[in-house]
């Protein structure tokens, strides 16, 4: 999900402001602002994986060299994600790298320890190739059982201003 959205201003926006900046050490996050933080971080790291893994099964490659491709690349799509955001809402690189870093870090270091965790435990994911259904829906699976997961661990560090709430603080 792009940041670009909150720009805009809508309601939802405005009210997602209030809910984590006001109330930073307090626990305020809402659950809304914490599913769209997570939503954000679901899309890059479902991109980045995603990606990895094609790359990696098209290639032949083994298991353990796909996987750190796919999470590297789930990284790094998501730090791309609010980094894009963060530029054009005027910060230098260094400080949307900064930003970037310390908003994503954990939430998708979260994703990424369920999502591949489950990925290795389903029987065959990690041997499907590209046209089984396996290889689709065992991740597809275990991102949305990592987003039920890393959902509460967002909304916690938003409602103590850390996370997510490190990039609303430059909006």
């Known amino acids: 999900m792009d940041h670009t959205t909150h720009e805009a201003g809508t309601a939802h926006d405005q009210g997602a402001h209030g809910d984590h900046h006001g109330h930073a050490g307090h626990g305020g996050a809402s659950w809304a602002t914490a599913v769209k933080a997570t939503l954000h971080c679901l899309t890059g790291c479902a991109v980045g994986e995603i990606l990895g893994m094609v790359i990696g099964t098209a290639l032949m490659w083994g298991n353990v060299p796909t996987m750190i491709l796919a999470i590297t690349l789930a990284f790094l799509f998501g730090y791309s994600f609010t980094l894009v955001a963060v530029r054009r809402a005027g910060l230098d690189l260094k400080s949307a790298l900064k930003v970037a870093l310390a908003a994503d870090t ?61 990039v609303h603080a430059h909006h």
Request: glycine letters at 12%.
């Open 106 to 166: 954990v939430s998708i270091a979260v994703m990424e320890l369920v999502d591949n965790g489950i990925i290795a435990l389903v029987p065959g994911a990690m041997d499907a190739h590209l046209s089984d259904a396996l290889f689709w829906s065992a991740p597809l699976g275990g991102f949305a059982v990592a987003f039920l997961i890393t959902t509460p661990v967002n909304k916690w560090m938003i409602g103590r201003g850390k996370g997510h709430a490190v």
